[in-house]
């Protein structure tokens, strides 16, 4: 069964290129472009590992990322941060929120996928 993930992005290039990239992994990716349903969305499928855009209209991907880990039924889901802030600053920033990983956009497949499966691997 494969691994599910969350994958929460505004940019349909990028959301398209994230989910082709976990299914060619042997991941079963679920997207979600507004950032106002990811928590709805992560409670309904309960997935292994949710990657979250911190850049969205209407509602700070740090924000989201703090709300999920402060949701008893979620807070478990390791979250891997994607954004095109690259500065130390910006990583420490995702990681106190409560993401477990973090990766500066544009992103490196390679890079993307190792983290990816660092935090779900495959099933």
Known sequence: MPGKVLVVEDNELNLKLFCDLLEVHDYEPTPVRDGGEA???ARDIM???IIMDIQLP???GLALIAALKA???LAAIPILAVTAY???ADETAARDAGAAAYVSKPISL???IEA???LAPAC
Request: aromatic share 4%.
């Open 39 to 41: 928590i709805a969305r």
């Open 47 to 49: 997935p292994d590992l």
């Open 58 to 60: 209407h509602v700070s």
């Open 71 to 73: 949701d008893p039924e």
């Open 86 to 88: 690259a500065s130390p």
């Open 110 to 112: 390679m890079r993307f």
């Open 116 to 118: 990816v499966e660092g």
